[in-house]
């Protein structure tokens, strides 16, 4: 579940091409839902140019560890 106090930026991902694979659909102005699990929808989010922030169940932001490139050796 994600959730915005700006129900036109949730009502835009829904309407994102791009993010059709996604599943996404509001069943409240504030509220997104996805049929893909929550690892997968942020990655895609984040890919499209969009910033989520991942919290617990509690509410409370929930830190991820960023995504480092592969090391190139020589």
Not at 26 to 46: C, E, G, H, I, Q
Request: glycine share 4%; aromatic share 2%; charged share 25%.
């Amino acid at each position: 579940m994600i959730h915005s106090e700006e129900p036109a930026l949730l009502a835009e991902l829904v309407a994102h091409r791009k993010l059709d694979d996604l599943g996404l659909r509001l069943p409240a102005s504030t509220v997104l839902v996805s049929r893909t699990p929550l690892d997968k929808t942020l990655a895609a989010l984040r890919a499209a140019g969009y910033a989520p922030i991942a919290e617990s169940a509690d509410g409370t932001v929930r830190l991820e560890k960023a995504q480092r490139p592969p090391h190139l050796y020589a």
